[in-house]
C-alpha cells in the first residue's frame, strides 16, 4: 500500500484531486420558478449519496447562491464536495434549450471526461434534460429509477409497464451513468448516516463566469404562468388528497377538497379525468402521465382506481378511499376505504377530524 510522507505534500495534493475529478457525481438541484429549493433535490442528493463518490452540485437560476449557502448551512449532506452555481435570468425561462449547453460545458470543463456519475430528479423538466445531456456524451441514460443497489453501484431498478414489473439494469458496461431518479423512492429528509461528516463546511462554492447563451432557437420563452398555492407542494408533501371524475364540476371539487385538506394540512391532486374535465391545473395531476407521489397518507376521493392513476400513488404508505362503488379498484390498494355517496361522506370526515 503507498503511503504519503511529509514531503510528498504537493503529490498528496495532486493525487486526491485525481481522486475527486476521477469519482465524482454530479447532482442537478432544481429549483422553482421563485428560486426556492425544490423537495425532489433532496431526493436527488439523497440518491447521490448512496453512489458513494462526491458530489458537486449544480445550481442553475434564480436565488441559486442562497440556495447554494443553505445546503450548506441547513444540511449534512455526505460526500459534498462543490457547489456550482449560476444566477443569470436566462436560467428563468426554464428552456432545455438554454439549460443543457451550459450544463454539458460544466461537465467538460470541471471534470473533463472523467465525471462518473450525473443524476437529476425524474421530473418533467429532467425528462426533458437528461436524454439531451446523455446524448451528447453517447450514452444510454437510465431512467426513473427507485432503487441503487447497496453492494453493486452499477446496479439499478426502475419500474416499467406502469408499475407492474420493476427492470434490474446492470450498467457495468457503461463508464458514465447518466440516471434520473424518481424522487418518491428516495428521502428528502437528507438524514445523514453514521459515517457522514458533521458539516459541509470544507464544500467550495464556485460561480459559474461564462454563460452560453445559444443562438438562433426555434423556440423563444414568452413567461410563466405559475400556479400561486399556499399548500404543501404536491411532489414532497407528507399528506395528498386527491379527487377524481365523480365530484362532476370544480365548484363540487373544491367545496368538498379544500376543506379536508386545510384540515390535514394536505397537497390536493387528482386524476387526469379530473384534469380533462377542468376540476383542477394540469400540473397537479397524479398518475402515469402526471406526478409519481408516495406521502405518508393518501386520501382518494371519488377515483375508481384505473391502473394509470394507481400507477401514481401505490407505494403511499397509508391509502384511504371514499367511492360509492363496492367494487371500485381503488379498494384493492386501500388500507382502509369507505363505501358512501362522497357528498355526505366527506363533509363529515372532515367536521370530525381535529
Known sequence: ???????????????????????????FIETSNDGKLLPQSLSTLSAAQQLNKPIVALILGKNSSKIAESLIKDYKIQQLNEIIYSQDEIFDSKLPEIFTPNLIKILDENNGDNFSNFIISSSNFGKNIL???????????????????????????????????????????????????????FPNTLDVTENADSSNSNTEIKELEEIINPENLTITWEGNKIVESKRPDLNGAKIVVAGGRALKDKETFDKLLDPLADKLNAAIGGTRA?????????????????????????????????????????????????????????????????????????????????
Do not use: C, W
Not at 1 to 27: E, G, P, Y
Not at 326 to 344: E, H, Q
Open 131 to 185: 436524454p439531451r445531456i446523455s446524448s451528447i456524451f453517447n450514452y444510454q441514460p437510465i431512467n426513473d429509477v427507485i432503487e441503487i443497489d447497496a453492494s453493486d453501484k452499477n446496479i439499478f431498478k426502475r419500474p416499467i409497464f406502469a408499475g407492474n414489473l420493476i427492470e434490474t439494469i446492470d450498467s457495468s458496461k457503461q463508464a458514465k451513468k447518466f440516471i434520473s431518479i424518481r424522487s418518491s423512492a
Open 274 to 354: 379530473a384534469v380533462d374535465n377542468n376540476l383542477l391545473d394540469n400540473s397537479l395531476q397524479i398518475g402515469q402521465t402526471g406526478k409519481i407521489v408516495a406521502p405518508d397518507l393518501y386520501v382518494a376521493v371519488g377515483i375508481s382506481g384505473a391502473i394509470q392513476h394507481i400507477a401514481g400513488m401505490k407505494n403511499s404508505k397509508k391509502i384511504v378511499a371514499i367511492n360509492n362503488d363496492p367494487d371500485a379498484p381503488i379498494f384493492k390498494v386501500a388500507d382502509y376505504y369507505i363505501v358512501g355517496d362522497l357528498n355526505a361522506v366527506v363533509p363529515e370526515l372532515t367536521e370530525k377530524l381535529p
Open 1 to 27: 500500500m503507498f503511503r504519503f510522507t511529509n514531503k510528498h505534500n504537493i503529490l498528496k495534493k495532486n493525487f486526491q484531486t485525481f481522486l475527486k475529478v476521477h469519482k465524482s457525481t454530479f447532482a
